[in-house]
């Protein structure tokens, strides 16, 4: 396909999101034509919306994107390090629990300073327009036709050659492929919701050690804090919805944060917490999965439009990011030609998303629950002793899935694989340890000792010499 021919292309991205805009610098380097579709107003001119978003921790996958389109250190430059997991125990104790090996770490990053950095960064391209205000009526993938309606109220009909799904977990583009035959869709909320609470700054500095993942771990919920740059740190309330709901008034939740998080009230303070917990409602969480990512050669979903993740591994964006690289290499190795693009794209692509969906559902159970575990710190350990001294052998999954490129479903087989191992190899260990113990107190019990171990086999002996047993010691 000639460069003229690529010119000639109009892309219509749809959502003007994290995924959405990094989207449309790939296919702006490549020369298209690209018109971006945000329903909502521009996020570096809007008011601040509190609580829309959980924070974000971005790692390997997302840097590798980033880097694609030169983007790299100033995301980089703007995030906080985390180096490992801080937890709290209910008692005040805290203990951390690191991610990988030293020199590895997650960034801390708030979601509206990235999308405004990436949204700025695809206003440079000249053959790339934003539409703020511009929300999808209708799709359809089979002729190459949008209805968008803007800010004058006038439903508009838009062709265009390619139509890229950037527009969510409830993605308007997705449930237009969902009438197509053989598109495969299901959905899940999980019991659970959020709620984010800020920890304010203490004395112009942070209120607790700035380079962790901080988490409140109470097995049915959990409570998880990340640094932001501004020196506060943004608090999520990860818990089951009919928990919330028994909580009707600031006692109830100045009574149930002392019971179950008595070191977080000092940090956000009585007055503050009774105020914010009440601004917004628990907000819930959902996973989505789907297949195929595409239709024909007009259309394809990325990001939470084809796999919305529950937030727990921290890779929502990270794999959506990874989704916009994936197809750019696609996009290389088929000289842009989209007819054989997207269906590779789309059979490459599912099962790794469908893998680290489950991986993520996974995750909430090991940091609500699994961290309180002295098994789980010890298996921690273990893995980590196992990758230093075999790093190319025994990979934990935590290091396969956020700080590698090893596809997802590769990860997630592998790390079944490497359990199996790990159980048979302490199972072995373990009857060595039993049989040496077993052996050694035999070795050195005393001669009386002994004595009691062979009584049974000569009431056997006696009993066939003379017809009767007989229980006397010798």
């Given at each position: ?13 749809i959502?003007?999101g ?6 449309a610098c790939?296919?702006?380097?490549r020369n298209?034509?690209v018109?971006?579709?945000?329903a ?5 001119v809007?008011?601040f919306?509190?609580?829309?978003s959980?924070n974000l921790?971005?790692?390997c996958r ?5 880097k694609?389109?030169g983007?790299?250190d100033q995301?980089?430059s703007q995030?906080?390090?985390?180096k490992?997991?801080?937890i709290h125990?209910?008692?005040?104790r ?8 030293k020199s ?6 708030r979601?509206?300073n990235?999308?405004n950095?990436?949204?700025?960064a695809v206003?440079?391209?000249?053959n790339?327009?934003v539409h703020?205000?511009h ?7 089979e ?6 309606l803007?800010?004058d ?5 838009i062709?265009?050659d390619?139509i ?10 997705r449930?237009s492929l ?6 495969d ?14 920890i304010?700054?203490?004395?112009g500095?942070?209120?607790m050690?700035?380079?962790?993942l901080h988490i ?9 804090a990340?640094?932001n740059?501004d ?9 089951p919805?009919?928990?919330f ?13 002392h019971?179950?998080f008595?070191?977080?009230v000092?940090l ?7 105020r914010?917990f009440f601004?917004?409602?628990?907000q819930?969480?959902i996973s989505v ?6 239709f024909?050669?007009r259309?394809?979903?990325m990001?939470?439009a084809?796999?919305a993740?529950?937030p727990?591994?921290?890779q ?8 916009c690289?994936?197809f750019d290499?696609?996009?290389?190795k088929?000289?842009n030609?989209?007819s ?7 059979r ?7 893998a680290i969906s489950d ?5 909430y ?5 699994h961290?309180?575990?002295r098994?789980f ?13 075999m ?7 935590y290091?396969?899935?956020?700080f590698?490129?090893i ?11 490497q ?8 199972f072995f260990?373990?009857?060595l ?16 000792h002994?004595d ?14 003379t017809?009767?047993?007989?229980l006397?010691?010798?």
């Amino acid at each position: 396909m000639d460069s003229a021919d690529i010119q000639r292309k109009k892309v219509a991205i749809i959502g003007g999101g994290l995924v959405g805009s990094l989207n449309a610098c790939f296919l702006a380097k490549r020369n298209f034509q690209v018109d971006v579709y945000e329903a909502r107003e521009d996020s570096r001119v809007a008011k601040f919306s509190r609580g829309r978003s959980i924070n974000l921790a971005l790692s390997c996958r997302g840097i590798q994107a980033l880097k694609a389109i030169g983007l790299e250190d100033q995301i980089v430059s703007q995030g906080i390090p985390i180096k490992a997991r801080m937890i709290h125990s209910i008692s005040g104790r805290k203990y951390a629990v690191p991610y990988g090996i030293k020199s590895q770490h997650l960034l801390s990053i708030r979601r509206e300073n990235l999308n405004n950095v990436l949204l700025t960064a695809v206003e440079k391209y000249p053959n790339v327009k934003v539409h703020f205000g511009h929300r999808l009526l209708s799709c359809n993938p089979e002729d190459g036709v949008i209805t968008v309606l803007g800010s004058d109220k006038v439903p508009k009909d838009i062709m265009c050659d390619l139509i890229v799904g950037c527009d969510g977990a409830y993605s308007t583009v997705r449930t237009s492929l969902m009438k197509k035959p053989r598109f495969d869709y299901s959905q899940q909320y999980i019991p659970h919701g959020y709620m984010e609470l800020v920890i304010p700054s203490k004395n112009g500095d942070y209120a607790m050690e700035p380079n962790y993942l901080h988490i409140w771990p109470r097995n049915t919920f959990m409570m998880i804090a990340l640094p932001n740059t501004d020196k506060t740190f943004t608090g999520t309330l990860f818990m089951p919805f009919e928990e919330f709901e028994k909580l009707l008034t600031s006692r109830d939740v100045l009574d149930f944060f002392h019971k179950c998080f008595p070191d977080l009230v000092p940090l956000i303070g009585e007055q503050a917490l009774a105020r914010d917990f009440f601004l917004l409602p628990a907000q819930p969480m959902i996973s989505v999965k789907c297949s195929p990512f595409h239709f024909k050669s007009r259309c394809v979903l990325m990001g939470d439009a084809a796999h919305a993740l529950v937030p727990f591994f921290g890779q929502g964006m990270n794999a959506g990011f990874e989704d916009c690289l994936v197809f750019d290499e696609f996009m290389d190795k088929f000289n842009n030609d989209l007819s054989m693009c997207l269906p590779e794209y789309s059979r490459f692509r599912i099962p790794d998303d469908h893998a680290i969906s489950d991986l993520s559902m996974y995750n909430y159970i090991e940091m609500r629950a699994h961290v309180n575990s002295r098994w789980f710190i010890f298996q921690n350990k273990l893995e980590r002793f196992l990758h230093a001294i075999m790093p190319s052998t025994f990979i934990p999954l935590y290091i396969m899935v956020t700080f590698s490129r090893i596809r997802y479903h590769e990860a997630l087989l592998r790390w079944h694989q490497q359990k199996k191992a790990l159980k048979k190899g302490l199972f072995f260990f373990g009857t060595l340890i039993v049989i040496g113990s077993t052996y050694l107190l035999t070795r050195y019990m005393s001669r009386r000792h002994l004595d009691y171990l062979r009584r049974p086999w000569d009431w056997v002996t006696n009993f066939q010499n003379t017809g009767h047993v007989s229980l006397k010691t010798p």
